[in-house]
């Protein structure tokens, strides 16, 4: 006999995964250091990740910000 699903079963789905190119990192880098003032949710909202996504870029910059000058 199945095992029937559960509320908690759906909730444990994965979101897809979403690559973010260099470039908007950067770009969400710069939006909020020109406007300390813009929410971590409303750019995860505008490039449709999640709020720990960019919190996790931001705590990196240095490393982005390094590799964009490596590029250049």
Same mark, same amino acid.
Do not use: C, H, W
């Given at each position: ?6 509320? &908690? =079963? ?10 973010? #190119?260099?470039?908007?990192? /950067?770009?969400?880098? *710069? ?7 813009? &929410? =971590? ?10 709020? #720990?996504?960019?919190?996790? /870029?931001?705590?990196? *910059? ?11």
């Amino acid at each position: 006999m199945a095992k029937p699903a559960n509320s &908690s =079963d759906v909730e444990r789905q994965r979101k897809q995964r979403k690559n973010i #190119s260099l470039e908007d990192k /950067i770009d969400i880098i *710069k939006r909020k250091e020109d406007n300390t003032k813009l &929410s =971590d949710e409303k750019l995860a909202n505008e490039y449709g990740v999640d709020r #720990s996504t960019i919190s996790t /870029i931001l705590r990196k *910059k240095e490393k982005f910000l390094q590799v964009q000058i490596i590029r250049i």
